[in-house]
């Protein structure tokens, strides 16, 4: 994924919205794909100044995250009011060992990132930002530990 012009607070509207941007391919692919220009949709990534408080319509996220199949500013807007998406036709997610060590090294990154953060004794807006990604990768693999376990504890498990 290319590196923005401008950085972008990690896990904040502007980084997800440049995120599905990127998802699409770019601003000059994603245009084609809504109902906005390719100047539009860098207003809508561009963290500074007057695009500042410029936002992407729910419209154009729907169609550029329909067209990647990713829900990236869904997401992030859902974990904003405390609640987390879960895809209706998970795919498979392997064996209860691998999945598990997957979990405990996703928590681990978690406390790693704090701790390098934290060294200094500040919490930037930036740091901020990469403990909340972390914090989320390690939620969605916990939530395959779940959802591995789940046919188990139904009776449709293999013992």
Request: glycine share 6%.
């Amino acid at each position: 994924m290319p590196k923005p012009y401008k950085p972008r607070v990690p896990s904040s509207i502007k980084d997800a919205q440049t995120q599905l941007v990127d998802a699409c391919g770019g601003a000059d692919k994603a245009a084609v794909l809504c109902r906005v220009g390719r100047a539009t949709l860098h207003k809508y990534t561009d963290p500074d100044g007057d695009h500042e408080i410029v936002h992407m319509p729910l419209d154009v996220a729907h169609a550029l995250e329909a067209h990647c199949r990713r829900p990236i500013v869904s997401t992030f807007l859902a974990h904003e009011l405390g609640f987390k998406l879960v895809a209706l036709d998970a795919p498979a997610v392997g064996d209860m060992l691998t999945t598990m060590a997957h979990a405990a090294k996703e928590s681990s990154d978690v406390f790693a990132e704090i701790t390098e953060d934290l060294k200094d004794g500040h919490l930037s807006a930036n740091e901020a930002g990469r403990i909340i990604r972390e914090a989320d990768e390690a939620m969605a693999a916990m939530q395959a530990v779940a959802d591995v376990a789940r046919p188990f504890r139904d009776g449709k498990g293999e013992d």
